[in-house]
């Protein structure tokens, strides 16, 4: 099991919440993702960070915003939720450059608004 | 942005018998990975293989990568019911996104006993 931990599994939220999706690692990585993924579907990026203070968005254009204060954190928070954004959000890391190292994924966040 | 096509889509077994999937993309890569999904869980990897690399083999994973035809290739040998999941490819290289993998829509594999 990778130590790269999601919180919570599963969210059913109102339109118009505020929420924030939660992923902490524990293994020091400098590089931090978030992909979307609906059913049955490929994986989108939607923002990554190589380190403390950057943050950077994905090919898929997202409304979400994060933010990477400490090196094992990663929330991913919705201002204002819309059934739009019902789909499964998966955190990733890793050690450097992808170029030589595999990504860690945790179990997902299955995000539902109604 | 690039991503790797796997095909077939979906693909059903017998236990015993050898699954191959496919993925193809479209521009240069430093390497090629491939990744496996239980139903609504995170991936997991299973094997990298680097653009200077032909063939790579784990346990009864066998990747192919050809280049210049941009895709790649994983073998499950004699499937289990346990390697029913979905798989993906995964291509990194220096692009807009960095250094951040780039996924496909993945091979749904159905191993029945």
């Known amino acids: 099991e990778a130590d790269i931990y999601q919180t919570p599994r599963y969210l059913v939220i109102g339109t118009g919440k505020k929420i924030t999706l939660e992923c902490s690692q524990t293994?020091?990585?400098?590089?931090m993702y978030w992909y979307q993924q609906d059913p049955g579907m490929e994986l989108h990026l939607i923002h990554y960070?190589?380190?403390?203070?950057?943050?950077e968005k994905g090919d898929l254009s997202s409304e979400s915003t994060v933010s990477r204060i400490r090196t094992e954190h990663f929330p991913l928070t919705l201002e204002s939720a819309r059934p739009s954004h019902t789909s499964q959000y998966l955190c990733?890391?890793?050690?450097?450059?992808?170029?030589?190292?595999?990504?860690?994924f945790g179990q997902g966040t299955r995000l539902t608004v109604v | 942005s690039q991503q790797g096509e796997e095909d077939p889509q979906a693909l059903s077994i017998q236990e015993g018998e050898n699954a191959t999937m496919n993925c193809s993309y479209k521009?240069?890569?430093?390497?090629l990975q491939w990744y496996r999904q239980n139903s609504g869980r995170g991936l997991v990897h299973l094997i990298l293989?680097?653009?200077?690399?032909r063939e790579k083999h784990s346990g009864r994973l066998r990747v192919t990568l050809d280049t210049s035809k941009k895709s790649s290739s994983l073998l499950i040998t004699a499937s289990r019911a346990a390697d029913t999941a979905s798989y993906f490819c995964?291509?990194?290289?220096?692009?807009?996104?960095?250094?951040?993998?780039?996924f496909g829509k993945g091979t749904s594999l159905l191993v029945t006993p």
């Open positions: 960070s190589y380190g403390v203070n950057s943050t």
């Open positions: 293994m020091g990585h400098d590089k």
């Open positions: 995964a291509t990194a290289s220096n692009s807009n996104s960095g250094y951040a993998l780039n």
């Open positions: 521009t240069s890569i430093n390497n």
């Open positions: 990733a890391s890793s050690e450097s450059t992808l170029s030589n190292t595999e990504a860690f």
């Open positions: 293989i680097r653009s200077n690399e």
